[in-house]
């Protein structure tokens, strides 16, 4: 052992802890060896920074649920004596549901109520300290609905215990695409029910509401009087929805109006019109828009005391009279907008030269002009008639094809024997002419035609009916074979033979990629774009017209009387009418949505339409406060690009863009689609833009068949039938269905083969396709009837839509089932003849070895419309302006017989 002992190492077991590091902060035993007893100045803290004691906080806590619960009162606040009332829509689901007894029952549980009209009343209810405004709607009538339905706080659903029918599920769609208020479910006849089914039928109607709006799981029944106490409690304590397009502008439902007449004119005058205003403020240099009647300018605003508050004692009385002094704001005239809803274009911008008075002279003797034709025959017809002058003359035709000439200049034989049979057509003519000269009468063609006498002929009227019968079938069958051509072989068409191509497709044009190929938003726009109206900055613009507000502006909550400026006396008329199914709607325009522009609206097809839906069919458009006749044209949604593709139909699982022209309104507002004078909901969907600048492309693909294929070389056929054809489109460049590219390469022969050079070999089976595009433009819908370049069968269509087009509706929405197919044969083969007789090129044929060869080329009106043209039975691609007007409008030039097709 050493002499200093044993010292004791630990091994690896042993176990050795870390020592303890307090960090950047000093602990508490290390502070307080540092003040060795003594304390050392500390600074007073503020409130925010000292701890709370539990006392405080209970204080705070406190402070928080007051303010709360204030807000909730305020939420509630609508419809008590100090606020306007609560506006409750009650709206049927259903035929058997008996809507005079919910509305005896709802206005019986008040000691008091004011009706303002038959479809609107005013009550009081003491005992919940609250007003309600009870609007009765008509299920028949759409429109009532939906009005009801864009003002509510609440709505009312009635469902019988039988449950709903197909109105009633058409009215809860429209009623979640427009923008859903508070929803409170109420079950009509429970009573009559068995006491032991009972349970089980309120639950099922519950389950029924609970998956048609979610999170609204209210229902409760409504057969007496226990059960109204019980609903009106609801109501009273209830919270609002709020509906963020409607808040954005100000309304209001009118109690009162009337009229004064102007001096010069008994039917227009001054409007006024009384309610409580909602939504937001209103600003007298603001337009007033009432549906179904127009946009007006406003003359004052009064402001006034509330006519429907309760009696009260002398001394609050007299302190409501001295606080309630009327209020008068008026526009200021420099400032406030106006009624222009449309630019005026200088046509004469491009005008280089004037025609003197000689000219014009001779163009009006030109216009007066005789002409010989049947007796019996009318203007319009006779306008169809070609004269023989023009069908002889050759001046109307292009020198372009001089090779086409050389043909028949080599063959002298043929033009000799041509003559001869001319001269001797031209004798059988003389012939023909003394011997029906009796029944030939001169017409002036610039008079117009006198207004026949109506034909009261039952047996013309049976007719007429079953004509019409036939027709509809026929273009319904007609509408659902295109749209399902158009599903499966979308934009492919054919080249017609006796056309050139070059001219047929003279608006269309190439593109090397739809996505990133350069197309000119501004170039060749039509003349109605000269009529529109567009921001440099719509965003910018938008975000300042919804933050603005004037300082005199009235706030919402207030009884206001509105004076309307030459307004119609129909407005009062129709409020007080007996027949006016619906309540009157007064909403106020915010700054430039008078304007006319180009609105896009992203729309979805409704499941329950199954007819097909076509582009520029007249449609209604249901946007905000406004409803509008219109004629959309569809397109593809899609954020890949600048150009989007044109759709013929409304394809139902997808979402489309409808563009048209109409005026302007800020998004978002909600949008509904109906069908002209029916209940058939066809689309729903919402505001997307407001953007003249979106293009919009017609996509048409032309086909052709690989005839010999040797590699990567091609032969293809059937694509087009003239030699100039395929050099006009050479540059534009081929695809195949399989996938392959390629180039046309030059041409074969004179029938119409070429010689294209793919990527690699393509299959015998592939199609060889072509890509062209044409810019679509909306119809200009309010004034496109008066339009001189609209046709007599267009105007006269847009003509009886306008007519038909009304605030009452039919309940007539199915459509005429269809025809059998022996008569649709027919109708197809009749309608044929017609157009290909309407249509027959005066250009004359000759053939050289089989192959047709025109001596001539036509010459096609610029503003031939693409779409015309008929491709024939099976490939009919009229789908543009022309395409609603009836096959048989024009019968008598045709020479159909209508009686021959039974």
């Known amino acids: 052992m050493s002499s200093g002992g044993h010292q004791h190492r630990p091994g690896k077991l042993k176990q050795s802890n870390k020592e303890h590091k307090s960090g950047r902060h000093e602990t508490r035993g290390a502070i307080k060896r540092k003040a060795d007893g003594k304390l050392s100045a500390v600074s007073r803290t503020s409130v925010k920074d000292r701890t709370l004691s539990k006392d405080d906080r209970k204080i705070r806590n406190k402070q928080l649920a007051q303010q709360k619960r204030e807000a909730s009162v305020e939420s509630k606040r609508l419809g008590n004596s100090q606020a306007p009332p609560k506006i409750v829509g009650v709206v049927s689901l259903a035929e058997s549901v008996d809507t005079?007894?919910?509305?005896?029952?709802?206005?019986?549980?008040?000691?008091?109520?004011?009706?303002?009209?038959?479809?609107?009343?005013?009550?009081?209810?003491?005992?919940?300290?609250?007003?309600?405004?009870?609007?009765?709607?008509?299920?028949?009538?759409?429109?009532?609905?939906?009005?009801?339905?864009?003002?509510?706080?609440?709505?009312?659903?009635?469902?019988?215990t039988t449950g709903t029918d197909s109105r009633g599920e058409q009215t809860i769609s429209s009623i979640k695409a427009q923008g859903m208020p508070t929803i409170m479910g109420i079950i009509q006849g429970l009573e009559a029910v068995p006491l032991?089914?009972?349970?089980?039928?309120?639950?099922?109607?519950?389950?029924?509401?609970?998956?048609?709006?979610?999170?609204?799981?209210?229902?409760?029944?409504?057969?007496?009087?226990?059960?109204?106490?019980?609903?009106?409690?609801?109501?009273?304590?209830?919270?609002?929805?709020?509906?963020?397009?409607?808040?954005?502008?100000?309304?209001?439902?009118?109690?009162?109006?009337?009229?004064?007449?102007?001096?010069?004119?008994?039917?227009?005058?001054?409007?006024?019109?009384?309610?409580?205003?909602?939504?937001?403020?209103?600003?007298?240099?603001?337009?007033?828009?009432?549906?179904?009647?127009?946009?007006?300018?406003?003359?004052?605003?009064?402001?006034?005391?509330?006519?429907?508050?309760?009696?009260?004692?002398?001394?609050?009385?007299?302190?409501?009279?001295?606080?309630?002094?009327?209020?008068?704001?008026?526009?200021?005239?420099?400032?406030?907008?106006?009624?222009?809803?449309?630019?005026?274009?200088?046509?004469?911008?491009?005008?280089?030269?004037?025609?003197?008075?000689?000219?014009?002279?001779?163009?009006?003797?030109?216009?007066?002009?005789?002409?010989?034709?049947?007796?019996?025959?009318?203007?319009?017809?006779?306008?169809?008639?070609?004269?023989?002058?023009?069908?002889?003359?050759?001046?109307?035709?292009?020198?372009?094809?001089?090779?086409?000439?050389?043909?028949?200049?080599?063959?002298?034989?043929?033009?000799d024997t041509k003559e001869e049979e001319k001269v001797e057509e031209k004798e059988e003519e003389k012939v023909d002419e003394e011997e029906e000269e009796e029944e030939m009468e001169e017409i002036d063609m610039n008079k117009e035609d006198e207004k026949s006498e109506p034909k009261n002929n039952s047996d013309s009227m049976f007719e007429d009916a079953k004509e019409d019968e036939i027709i509809n079938g026929a273009q319904r069958t007609n509408k659902f074979e295109r749209s399902e051509e158009d599903l499966e072989f979308p934009d492919?068409?054919?080249?017609?033979?006796?056309?050139?191509?070059?001219?047929?497709?003279?608006?269309?044009?190439?593109?090397?990629?739809?996505?990133?190929?350069?197309?000119?938003?501004?170039?060749?726009?039509?003349?109605?774009?000269?009529?529109?109206?567009?921001?440099?900055?719509?965003?910018?613009?938008?975000?300042?017209?919804?933050?603005?507000?004037?300082?005199?502006?009235?706030?919402?909550?207030?009884?206001?009387?509105?004076?309307?400026?030459?307004?119609?006396?129909?407005?009062?008329?129709?409020?007080?009418?007996?027949?006016?199914?619906?309540?009157?709607?007064?909403?106020?325009?915010?700054?430039?949505?008078?304007?006319?522009?180009?609105?896009?609206?992203?729309?979805?097809?409704?499941?329950?339409?199954?007819?097909?839906?076509?582009?520029?069919?007249?449609?209604?458009?249901?946007?905000?406060?406004?409803?509008?006749?219109?004629?959309?044209?569809?397109?593809?949604?899609?954020?890949?690009?600048?150009?989007?593709?044109?759709?013929?139909?409304?394809?139902?699982?997808?979402?489309?863009?409808?563009?048209?022209?109409?005026?302007?309104?800020?998004?978002?507002?909600?949008?509904?689609?109906?069908?002209?004078?029916?209940?058939?909901?066809?689309?729903?969907?919402?505001?997307?833009?407001?953007?003249p600048d979106r293009i919009v492309l017609k996509r048409i693909i032309l086909t052709g068949y690989p005839f010999k294929i040797h590699k990567r070389v091609a032969v293809v056929r059937d694509m087009f039938y003239d030699v100039k054809d395929i050099q006009w489109f050479k540059p534009v460049e081929l695809w195949t269905k399989y996938g392959r590219t390629g180039h046309i390469k030059e041409t074969l022969g004179t029938h119409g083969h070429m010689k294209c050079m793919f990527d690699e070999q393509i299959r015998a089976n592939d199609t060889i396709c072509l890509t062209l595009y044409k810019r679509t433009y909306p119809i200009w819908t309010n004034f496109l009837g008066d339009r001189p370049e609209a046709k007599p069968s267009e105007k006269e269509r847009i003509r009886k839509l306008k007519e038909g087009f009304s605030s009452t509706v039919n309940n007539e929405a199915l459509a005429p089932l269809p025809l059998p197919k022996v008569i649709e044969k027919k109708i197809r083969a009749a309608k044929l003849k017609a157009i290909q007789k309407k249509e027959k090129s005066s250009v004359p044929l000759t053939t050289r070895n089989g192959v047709r060869i025109l001596n001539e080329m036509p010459i096609f009106d610029d503003g031939l419309d693409d779409d015309d043209y008929d491709y024939g039975m099976d490939d009919d691609e009229s789908d543009d302006d022309e395409e609603q007007v009836d096959m048989f409008e024009d019968a008598d030039e045709d020479e159909v017989d209508v009686d021959q097709l039974d």
């Not at 280089?352 to 003797?365: H, N």
């Not at 035709?397 to 063959?411: G, L, R, T």
């Not at 719509?538 to 307004?567: C, H, M, W």
């Open 100 to 160: 005079q007894k919910i509305w005896e029952l709802l206005s019986g549980s008040s000691d008091s109520h004011h009706v303002s009209n038959t479809k609107c009343v005013t009550a009081r209810y003491p005992a919940w300290r609250q007003r309600f405004t009870l609007l009765k709607t008509d299920p028949a009538d759409l429109n009532s609905v939906l009005d009801a339905a864009k003002v509510a706080d609440l709505l009312l659903l009635v469902i019988p």
């Open 196 to 415: 032991k089914h009972r349970k089980e039928s309120r639950r099922n109607l519950t389950k029924f509401m609970e998956e048609k709006f979610p999170g609204e799981p209210k229902v409760f029944p409504l057969d007496n009087t226990e059960d109204s106490n019980q609903v009106v409690r609801y109501i009273a304590n209830g919270s609002n929805r709020l509906v963020q397009w409607r808040e954005r502008r100000p309304y209001l439902v009118v109690d009162s109006a009337s009229f004064q007449a102007s001096e010069t004119e008994s039917t227009r005058g001054t409007v006024s019109i009384s309610g409580f205003l909602r939504g937001h403020s209103l600003d007298a240099n603001c337009l007033i828009h009432i549906p179904d009647h127009g946009d007006y300018q406003i003359i004052q605003i009064e402001v006034g005391a509330d006519p429907y508050l309760p009696s009260r004692t002398h001394k609050d009385s007299a302190m409501e009279t001295d606080s309630s002094n009327k209020k008068i704001i008026k526009p200021n005239p420099s400032v406030q907008e106006n009624l222009i809803q449309e630019n005026e274009p200088d046509f004469m911008n491009n005008e280089q030269t004037w025609p003197t008075d000689a000219e014009i002279k001779e163009a009006e003797e030109a216009r007066k002009k005789l002409r010989r034709v049947p007796k019996g025959t009318s203007k319009y017809q006779a306008a169809w008639i070609v004269e023989s002058d023009e069908e002889d003359g050759h001046a109307g035709f292009d020198d372009e094809n001089s090779d086409e000439e050389q043909y028949n200049n080599d063959s002298k034989m043929e033009e």
């Open 492 to 691: 492919e068409v054919l080249v017609p033979e006796d056309t050139p191509a070059r001219l047929r497709f003279q608006k269309y044009r190439g593109l090397k990629s739809l996505r990133s190929s350069n197309w000119d938003p501004k170039e060749n726009l039509p003349v109605d774009y000269a009529r529109i109206f567009q921001f440099s900055n719509f965003q910018k613009t938008k975000k300042r017209v919804l933050t603005q507000d004037s300082e005199e502006s009235v706030k919402p909550g207030q009884y206001v009387t509105i004076q309307l400026a030459n307004a119609p006396a129909a407005i009062v008329d129709n409020f007080r009418s007996i027949e006016f199914k619906g309540i009157l709607i007064a909403g106020g325009l915010l700054k430039y949505e008078n304007k006319i522009s180009v609105l896009n609206f992203v729309i979805t097809k409704h499941h329950s339409y199954t007819e097909p839906v076509q582009s520029k069919e007249a449609l209604v458009f249901h946007c905000g406060f406004r409803r509008y006749l219109t004629f959309p044209i569809f397109s593809e949604n899609s954020m890949r690009s600048d150009k989007f593709k044109y759709e013929k139909f409304l394809q139902p699982g997808r979402n489309s863009v409808a563009t048209i022209f109409g005026p302007i309104t800020f998004p978002t507002v909600p949008l509904l689609v109906y069908k002209p004078n029916t209940n058939q909901l066809v689309a729903t969907g919402s505001l997307s833009s407001v953007d």
